[in-house]
């Protein structure tokens, strides 16, 4: 009886949620957040909250960009247990507070991938480098891609420690990359660095910073990138571009959507398209929620007008 109050006075708030959340994708697909009253309702909306941060985030569809309000969102939905959230502001903006922090042991209860792993994560920084692999190799076995790559670097980094030459390392992280993994361009350009070649070194990190621009960020200072340029007869970024650009669009299909989507760029082959790709999906769609609440957002006219801008900008 009193299970069946509860519910009765949850529902109502719930579908209240859930029919803004509506509304606000309704209003992407069109291509602008035109209704200032949205802002106000759905609040108690962990994937509402979620969505309106990273609008503030990005400043894209019609939302003006507030950086204070955006984290302020963010921090607000992952307090209601939104993980993918947790993890888009994890080191950058995310205050882990009691409230997040208990999200997280939650869903490490509940076995969730995103918790695992980001749980993980916070106790690598605390020192507990056991207990976070098993929660690491938990995500992992679920198939969860950030968890995956986790275990495939430090499994290479263990392997790397027999002085293995520079074609057994190719050899093996090209294996990897066709397997979809893009933190594999990341070592591969990291191995050829360390074998003093920077032509190829250069290559493999725009090839990241095209396919993964915020792992590319995270992993990769400009200041490297210039002493690489200066080792080369021709520090021309540009052409390493291109041909970063030429290979994406070519090569074959991985399963990684991060890296097939490339292939649109096929015909045209230009540096152009596939960082008009890069850019748009990094600022024009929140791919933590693609499949889910934002799924059929790439293929909208509101999507298509947040390229056009970000071309013309």
Not at 144 to 150: L, S, T
Not at 176 to 183: A, E, K, M, Q, S
Not at 227 to 242: E, F
Not at 282 to 294: G, I, K, Y
Request: net charge neutral.
């Amino acid at each position: 009886m009193l299970m069946g109050l509860l519910i009765g006075s949850l529902l109502p708030q719930q579908l209240q949620a859930d029919e803004w959340v509506s509304a606000l994708v309704d209003q992407l697909k069109q291509g602008q957040v035109s209704e200032p009253a949205l802002q106000g309702k759905g609040m108690q909306s962990a994937d509402g909250l979620f969505l309106l941060g990273w609008l503030y985030d990005q400043g894209r569809y019609g939302v003006t960009k507030n950086p204070g309000r955006a984290h302020e969102l963010l921090q607000q939905s992952a307090e209601l247990g939104q993980f993918d959230a947790m993890r888009y502001c994890w080191s950058r903006c995310l205050v882990l507070t009691p409230a997040v922090l208990e999200q997280l042991r939650q869903g490490v209860e509940q076995e969730r991938p995103q918790a695992l792993y980001l749980q993980g994560q916070y106790l690598r920084q605390q020192g507990q480098d056991q207990q976070a692999q098993v929660l690491l190799e938990q995500a992992a076995s679920q198939h969860y891609v950030d968890a995956v790559g986790q275990r495939y670097v430090d499994q290479f980094v263990v392997w790397a420690r027999d002085k293995r030459s520079l074609n057994e390392a190719v050899s093996r992280l090209e294996r990897c990359v066709d397997g979809g993994l893009t933190v594999c361009y990341y070592l591969l350009a990291a191995f050829y660095q360390k074998h003093d070649d920077p032509q190829w070194a250069l290559f493999y990190y725009q090839v990241l910073s095209l396919v993964d621009p915020e792992l590319y960020l995270r992993y990769q200072a400009q200041s490297q990138i210039a002493g690489l340029l200066k080792l080369r007869p021709q520090p021309d970024l540009g052409v390493v571009r291109s041909r970063a650009a030429s290979y994406l669009s070519q090569r074959g299909v991985t399963g990684n959507d991060r890296i097939d989507r490339f292939q649109r760029c096929r015909a045209a082959g230009s540096l152009e398209c596939v960082e008009s790709i890069s850019q748009a999906d990094l600022q024009c769609l929140l791919m933590e929620l693609e499949s889910s609440l934002l799924r059929g957002l790439r293929d909208s006219v509101g999507y298509l007008n947040c390229v056009k801008r970000l071309g013309s900008g």
